[in-house]
């Protein structure tokens, strides 16, 4: 159980574009979901948090206009990075729980490598 | 000081020998603990939450100690599989924290 599926995988593409990127809960509803980005060698970095219905919460230092994301339902959650630019380059991983709290383990999809030439 | 902190190694283990790696936090009042593992270029995957009472899952053994605010993970006869990072992940307010992990090399 607690299947979170994320697409694309790979994404290669020119700057200026903006890319989306898709997290679904599969088999269960995710009450909030995560969106982290990982450089080489470097911790998960935790984005924002979104949860169902509500305006996503941003961590500090993440721009919430050019990360746009969108959680429209309990199973499906949305991140838009818009205009890419070669140092937005990373892995970008969703995650989503099932509690309401931090208490609950994150069950993470398979991440997106973002390649902005 | 980080909220969670990891040694990075890499450690470099005989395979079948027994391995372990501690992670200490900062927060006092964390309630919730988990390993996660995770592979080159993949996604974390959860290995097991730890209780306070400790628990145990086959050769994988977590143990929380809150006076010393850390927790462990003991590694018992390892495999060439469990060549991975080992993510240690604390809740801190209403999010959970992670450790830049501990990469762990299993050699033949």
């Known amino acids: 159980g607690a299947v979170v599926s994320q697409h694309p995988s790979r994404v290669i593409c020119k700057s200026g574009t903006s890319v989306k990127i898709e997290c679904r809960s599969l088999?269960?509803?995710?009450?909030?979901m995560f969106w982290y980005r990982q450089f080489p060698k470097q911790s998960l970095m935790l984005m924002a948090t979104?949860?169902?219905?509500?305006?996503?919460?941003?961590e500090q230092g993440v721009e919430k206009d050019k990360f746009l994301i969108n959680h429209a339902s309990l199973t499906l959650s949305t991140l838009t990075v818009t205009s890419a630019h070669p140092e937005d380059s990373s892995f970008y991983i969703c995650?989503?729980?099932?509690?309401?709290?931090?208490?609950?383990?994150?069950?993470f999809g398979d991440g997106t490598r973002l390649s902005i030439l | 000081r980080k909220e969670v902190e990891q040694d990075p190694g890499p450690f470099n283990v005989p395979e079948g020998a027994t391995v372990a790696f501690n992670c200490t936090y900062s927060?006092?009042?964390?309630?919730?603990f988990f390993w996660y593992r995770q592979d080159c270029r993949k996604e974390p995957k959860l290995l097991m939450s730890?209780?306070?009472?400790?628990n145990e899952d086959g050769r994988f053994t977590a143990q929380l100690n809150r006076a010393s605010q850390y927790i462990s993970l003991l590694i018992r006869d390892s495999k060439l599989s469990d060549s991975a990072t080992y993510l240690c992940?604390?809740?801190?307010?209403?999010?959970?924290?992670w450790g830049a992990g501990t990469k762990l090399i299993i050699k033949p």
């Open positions: 927060n006092s009042a964390s309630q919730s």
């Open positions: 995650s989503a729980s099932t509690g309401a709290t931090s208490n609950q383990p994150q069950h």
């Open positions: 979104s949860n169902e219905g509500s305006k996503a919460t941003y």
């Open positions: 992940v604390v809740n801190g307010g209403y999010q959970l924290i």
């Open positions: 730890v209780y306070s009472s400790g």
């Open positions: 088999d269960f509803q995710a009450t909030t």
